[in-house]
């Protein structure tokens, strides 16, 4: 089984300030990665996926991350974050079986 | 678009008494999940199928059953609820093995009192 791991369990930045999220997990066969965001009360929404190709991967609402599979690493970033991305945001691998193994998640607190 | 829908967004019941939670996806997808969320714990497998009629057990399966008996249905049971069982918990979809990303719903929180 895979193992996933958020290192930060809380990140404060300032309003048009970079951000970046760290994701690390175990396996180094071959998987599938992603990351989550979820709003208060609410599910998880898709923010985005790598499968396989460039290891830069671009999702919604400016977020990119890069797969680095020597340091077996997928880590989010924005480079100018909003009140609006505050959130709790999950990272997540599939190592193509039927499973997720989810972290434990990153709360990001946009301060204005 | 995928739509996942939980039928209901907030529960509270009662020590003992049993609680269904109803998960309905419209997009034909193979596979379904239920998860449990907790602060600081993040997202644990209870149950997920992959087929009608089909279940396996996830990493927390004590103290929950499930049922799928149509494709677009899968529903998580507490035969008895108890209070360690106040929580978030979410249904996901996926359209197979192997393929791509899991799809959620807007989740259930429940408190047991």
């Known amino acids: 089984a895979q193992s996933v791991t958020q290192l930060d369990s809380q990140v404060p930045v300032f309003e048009e300030a970079p951000v970046e999220l760290r994701c690390n997990y175990s396996?180094?066969?071959?998987?599938?990665l992603f990351w989550y965001v979820q709003y208060p009360n609410q599910g998880l929404q898709l923010l985005l996926k790598?499968?396989?190709?460039?290891?830069l991967v671009k999702g919604i609402n400016g977020f990119e991350a890069e797969f680095n599979k020597s340091q077996t690493s997928f880590h989010l970033r924005k480079p100018s974050v909003h009140i609006s991305d505050t959130a709790e945001y999950f990272c997540?691998?599939?190592?193509?079986?039927?499973?997720?193994?989810f972290g434990t998640g990153t709360s990001l607190t946009v301060i204005p | 678009d995928v739509k996942v829908t939980q039928s209901s967004r907030y529960l509270v019941k009662r020590t003992g008494e049993k609680v269904f939670l109803e998960c309905v996806q419209d997009?034909?997808?193979?596979?379904m999940f239920w998860y449990r969320q907790d602060p600081g714990l993040g997202l644990r497998l209870i149950y997920f199928?992959?087929?009608?009629?089909?279940?396996e057990k996830g990493d927390i399966p004590e103290g929950y059953s499930v049922s799928r008996e149509k494709k677009e249905r899968f529903s998580l049971i507490l035969e008895s609820a108890s209070t360690n069982q106040t929580s978030m918990y979410l249904c996901?979809?996926?359209?197979?093995?192997?393929?791509?990303?899991?799809?959620f719903g807007e989740g259930s929180r429940l408190t047991v009192l």
């Open positions: 996901a979809t996926r359209q197979g093995r192997k393929t791509g990303e899991l799809f």
């Open positions: 199928s992959y087929d009608v009629k089909m279940k």
């Open positions: 997540a691998v599939s190592d193509f079986g039927n499973q997720f193994y």
């Open positions: 396996s180094s066969v071959s998987v599938y």
């Open positions: 790598y499968l396989s190709g460039s290891t």
């Open positions: 997009m034909d997808h193979e596979n």
